[in-house]
């Protein structure tokens, strides 16, 4: 079994920046893909960057150059650095990874961090 655990959401001006966390742990063999949705009250899920194992990245428009996304493969970490947030980007962001077991490839998520930009 694999656990993802997010940490680093919270409350923001406009305009400040935040840092996600999500790390990863269980019976790991390697992890493929490391993705962060979002999902905004009353909207659907929507995918804000990915990050493979090779360290390519791509992003939503709507968070290209103020959102930067990494991961620290000894650490089985991936990390969100979000700056100019706006009051739209408030949602409760997941972290989703592609894991390999001594078995299986499997999609693992987060249990979801609270982001809140408001002044």
């Known amino acids: 079994q694999v656990q993802l655990v997010e940490s680093g959401g919270g409350l923001v001006q406009p305009g400040g920046s935040l840092r996600l966390s999500c790390a990863a742990s269980?019976?790991?063999?390697?992890?493929?893909?490391m993705r962060w949705y979002r999902q905004a009250p009353g909207k659907q899920r929507e995918l804000v960057a990915v990050?493979?194992?090779?360290?390519?990245?791509k992003y939503a428009d709507f968070v290209k150059g103020r959102f930067t996304i990494s991961r620290d493969n000894a650490k089985n970490t991936v990390y969100l650095q979000m700056n100019s947030l706006k009051p739209e980007d408030t949602a409760v962001y997941y972290c989703?990874?592609?894991?390999?077991?001594?078995?299986?490839?499997?999609?693992?998520w987060g249990q979801g961090t609270q982001v809140t930009v408001s002044s």
């Open positions: 990050v493979t194992s090779g360290g390519s990245t």
């Open positions: 989703n990874a592609e894991v390999l077991d001594s078995d299986y490839l499997s999609d693992y």
């Open positions: 269980g019976s790991i063999f390697r992890i493929y893909g």
